[in-house]
């Protein structure tokens, strides 16, 4: 792919620079095939696109799995999705119907060669984002330079070493376009009545509930802090503040929770939610006291709606890769090879993520429990 990508690059430069007014842009394709928590920090982009260009019709291409969570969150825009291994025909085939759509605007939101591809085979004469080719684990150590074709860039900016919020930002940048958004930065849509009752009473649990929700795993196996000490945090939040805990996953995930099910079976204050639908995710999220996680996308999840967070750091600080909120404390044990670009752990006896002691964490989520104002009102969850 990396031989078409610098193709494409080539023929792309050829173009005449455009303007990027909203006049003179009509049609918008916005490209983030990456994973869950690089989805959710490019919302307020999309939303910030929407705004300065009111009059276009924005597609966005995805993950299928975040297909429905973005139809209830944004139902104005358009969107494409793909399954999440990427398989060639079908990728071949979202491809051909960018092409067919003859977009103004193309934007590759993450240095992801998946990304840069789409967008700069789409046929869109204006191209801006991330469009070279970056193989790497950790793309937030390097510089990448946010690049502009067949349009005038409005500065040059470069990504690198720095928040992982501020990548899709700089693509704003590069547009001329102011990236912040007032407000709340995600609200979900009331979920609708069901005769059962909704995905809380399908465990045991009421919108009333007082409970942690927790996601023991993230996709970097380095990033994860481990079953058996969420075993032991879980055990903590039941006995000493009360709480129930619901432990939160995907489905490809579910098969991981093999540790912890034995653990708690028959237990009837910690519950289990395996989901493939990221909307019930967020909706029972939305619904909690409070949330743990490691660095990963749930963890954005939950900053973005407001929720007390405890997130668990250590391969990458959580200036690079954690969300911004101020009802967030991290948990962070920075060792000399912190930040890691690693494929193998170089201390697995000692790692960051295995410093970190279950009481610690839930002393965070203590301070959090206590000092939190009575909870929202969470209707149909």
Request: aromatic letters at 8%; glycine letters at 6%; proline letters at 8%.
């Amino acid at each position: 792919m990396n031989f078409f990508i610098t193709l494409l690059r080539w023929v792309s430069r050829v173009a005449g620079p455009r303007g990027l007014s909203p006049a003179e842009v009509r049609s918008i394709l916005v490209v983030e095939l990456t994973r869950l928590g690089d989805f959710l920090v490019v919302l307020p982009s999309i939303r910030a696109l929407r705004l300065y260009y009111p009059n276009s019709s924005i597609t966005v291409v995805i993950d299928a799995r975040y297909k429905t969570f973005l139809m209830a969150i944004e139902p104005s825009v358009s969107i494409l999705e793909l399954d999440r291994d990427f398989p060639l025909f079908p990728f071949l085939g979202v491809m051909q119907k960018i092409r067919a759509r003859h977009f103004d605007l193309a934007c590759s939101m993450s240095p992801a060669r998946r990304n840069a591809f789409l967008v700069l085979a789409s046929g869109a004469p204006r191209k801006v984002g991330y469009l070279t080719t970056l193989n790497s684990l950790t793309p937030y150590l390097h510089s990448t330079p946010v690049q502009a074709f067949g349009c005038r860039a409005s500065r040059h900016v470069v990504f690198g070493c720095e928040s992982l919020a501020a990548r899709p930002a700089k693509v704003l940048e590069t547009l001329g376009i102011p990236s912040v958004v007032e407000g709340r930065i995600l609200s979900l849509p009331e979920a609708p009545v069901r005769p059962n009752g909704g995905i809380l009473e399908s465990i045991g649990l009421t919108p009333e509930s007082r409970f942690a929700a927790v996601h023991p795993f993230s996709g970097w196996e380095y990033r994860t802090w481990g079953s058996h000490k969420f075993e032991a945090l879980s055990k903590l939040l039941v006995d000493r503040l009360g709480l129930r805990v619901v432990v939160l996953c995907s489905k490809e995930e579910e098969e991981r929770l093999a540790v912890l099910r034995e653990a708690f079976a028959g237990n009837p204050n910690v519950h289990f939610l395996p989901s493939a639908n990221l909307l019930d995710t967020a909706r029972v999220i939305d619904a909690s006291t409070v949330f743990v996680g490691n660095d990963s996308g749930p963890l954005h999840l939950a900053a973005m709606l407001e929720v007390p967070s405890v997130g668990l750091f250590g391969p990458a600080s959580p200036e690079l890769t954690g969300p911004r909120s101020s009802n967030l404390i991290t948990v962070y044990k920075q060792v000399d090879c912190s930040p890691c670009d690693q494929k193998e752990c170089v201390r697995p006896e000692h790692s960051c993520m295995a410093l970190i002691e279950p009481e610690e964490v839930f002393l965070a989520v203590e301070q959090l429990v206590r000092s939190r104002t009575p909870a929202r009102t969470v209707k149909n969850v």
